[in-house]
Each structure stands twice: as structure tokens, then as C-alpha cells.
Nanobody, 127 residues
Framework: QVQLVESGGGSVQAGGPLRLSCAAS????????MAWSRQTPGVWRELVSV????????YDADSVKGRFTISRVNALNTVFLQMDNLKPEDTAVYLC????????????????????WGQGTQVTVSS
């Protein structure tokens, strides 16, 4: 059973950077499709960025494209989300997720394909 733990969240001023980490145990992330998502109270969870088990990028939300970068360091069994030029509307709980779905290249949009989720880390961006 894969366990995912996010870290790196906090409070930043608008325009600042932040780097989130998702460390995995119980499995090797290079064998999973990985995603970052975000959620605010009363709002549907938003898929932010996804790549497949080879590291090939599958999706970036239009709202973060050009500002957020997802990456993986296999030696650390960790996935990162580098966030630059943060905006107040980026405020959310950020969660990482992993999927073993064989159809990930066509199913990545659907959150149900991600079997494993972290508990999330809070990002707060002030103006």
C-alpha cells in the first residue's frame, strides 16, 4: 500500500515562489502516474498537473500553465510541484495522488483513477 506525504506548504506573498514535495513509501513512484491537485472548502477538487510513469506530461491546468512545474526525482522517490508567481486564487490545500491505471493516457482527467492520495498541504497566498 502506497503512502503519500505532502510538505512544503505555507503562507507567501503574491508573486512569490513555493515548492511542494510529495514523498512516497510502500511503492516506487516511477511505476505510477502522478498528479497534483488542489481543493478549497465547498469547491470541487481541481486537477493541477499530471504526468505518466515515464515522466511524460499529460496535463497542466490552464490556470497554472507557465507558472507551475511538476517533476519527479526517482532517487528520492519524491514528486515536486514548483510554483512560481503565485496568486491569491492559488490558495488551496494541495494534494498529490498516484495511479496504476493502465489507461492513464486517456483517463487522467478523472480523479477516480488515482488510488492513492496524500493528506494535503496548505498553501495560502496573500496580496
Amino acid at each position: 500500500q502506497v503512502q503519500l506525504v505532502e510538505s512544503g506548504g505555507g503562507s507567501v506573498q503574491a508573486g512569490g515562489p513555493l515548492r511542494l514535495s510529495c514523498a512516497a513509501s510502500g511503492g516506487t513512484l516511477s511505476t505510477y502516474a502522478m498528479a497534483w491537485s488542489r481543493q478549497t472548502p465547498g469547491v470541487w477538487r481541481e486537477l493541477v498537473s499530471v504526468f505518466d510513469w515515464t515522466g511524460g506530461r499529460l496535463y497542466d491546468a490552464d490556470s497554472v500553465k507557465g507558472r507551475f512545474t511538476i517533476s519527479r526525482v526517482n532517487a528520492l522517490n519524491t514528486v515536486f510541484l514548483q510554483m512560481d508567481n503565485l496568486k491569491p486564487e492559488d490558495t488551496a490545500v494541495y494534494l498529490c495522488a498516484a495511479s496504476t491505471t493502465s489507461n492513464i493516457h486517456t483517463e487522467y482527467w478523472y480523479t477516480y483513477v488515482y488510488e492513492y492520495w496524500g493528506q494535503g498541504t496548505q498553501v495560502t497566498v496573500s496580496s
